[in-house]
């Protein structure tokens, strides 16, 4: 039997050959284009999107009417680490183990590629409607959007920055914050794939139980990386959350506590799907555990 990683890699791979296409024959100009796609097309586990079309399938899509849609989830997800490792954010100079974009575009073309792709994830899911249908794509479209945008993902940037070598965050605080930065975009794409698929209200909020659960399991793992993994396996620099004063999970409850806290809450993500069944629904549970159990 395929290992968790295999089975991600097989979704993943659905994934890849459509993001290698989405922005060509586009009428944008060939600087940009090659800035935007250099961060695109840097591999990644494409875990966003695999949650979405996992989702979509589990409840009822057939075919690959949903990759669309999943694919600009990771076009979202890749504005907002172009954006993040500039010098006024981050300042990460490394990304999956290749130059972050601005250290080889330059900053006011990384900002740019960051505004492409965002904005073309958009486009790219608006024009699902005629396979999925416009009401189904409409809402998920609103979901989407208020996770990306500034009571979601960019709010949570905003919190991060605010809380940069701040000596006094508590654990709320950091909790609500990487549950608009991290969790909101993951509790998204699994909303969005029930969404897609007309699922009944219980079942979307199903998905939504699992991907708050799996979000914040995942971002204290990252945290815990952060401090205790290694560089080459991450692609990205380690200990660059104590360098610039961040305030995580392990600053506050210590690596012990932080992984069993994360452990705790992928059991609750477990729990909120064992009544499905299918190759979705078990891969999706071999994945809550394979979030706590990476090392990358």
Not at 6 to 22: F, H, I, N, S, W
Not at 272 to 282: L, V
């Amino acid at each position: 039997m395929a290992t968790v990683k295999e089975r991600l890699q097989a979704y993943g791979g659905e994934v890849e050959d459509r993001l290698a296409t989405v922005l060509r024959g586009k009428d944008i100009p060939v600087s940009l284009l090659e800035a935007m796609e250099y961060s695109l097309m840097a591999g990644g586990k494409r875990l966003r999107p695999v949650l979405c079309l996992c989702f979509a399938r589990m409840f009822g899509v057939t075919d690959l009417a949903a990759v669309d849609f999943a694919c600009g989830f990771e076009m979202i997800h890749t504005y907002s680490l172009i954006h993040d490792d500039l010098p006024a954010m981050d300042d990460d100079d490394l990304r999956r183990g290749m130059p972050s974009n601005h250290k080889v575009y330059g900053e006011a073309m990384a900002i740019l590629a960051g505004d492409g792709l965002l904005t073309e994830a958009f486009r790219l899911m608006a024009g699902c409607g005629e396979k999925l249908g416009a009401e189904r794509v409409n809402m998920a479209l609103a979901t989407a959007a208020t996770a990306a945008g500034a009571a979601g993902m960019v709010g949570g940037q905003a919190l991060d920055m605010a809380y940069t070598a701040k000596t006094d965050v508590t654990l709320d605080e950091l909790a609500v914050m990487q549950a608009k930065k991290t969790g909101a975009l993951l509790t998204a794409v699994c909303q969005c794939g029930a969404q897609l698929a007309g699922a009944s209200q219980a079942d979307v909020s199903q998905a939504v139980t699992y991907g708050q659960a799996v979000g914040a399991a995942f971002q204290i793992v990252d945290d815990v990386l952060d401090l205790v993994g290694d560089e080459k396996t991450l692609g990205k620099p380690v200990g660059s959350d104590v360098e610039q004063g961040k305030t995580t999970y392990p600053s506050l409850m210590g690596v012990d506590a932080s992984m069993e806290l994360a452990g705790k809450l992928i059991s609750a993500a477990v729990a909120s799907i064992a009544a499905y069944k299918g190759p979705e629904a078990d891969f999706l549970r071999d994945l809550a555990q394979y979030i706590v159990d990476r090392v990358s």
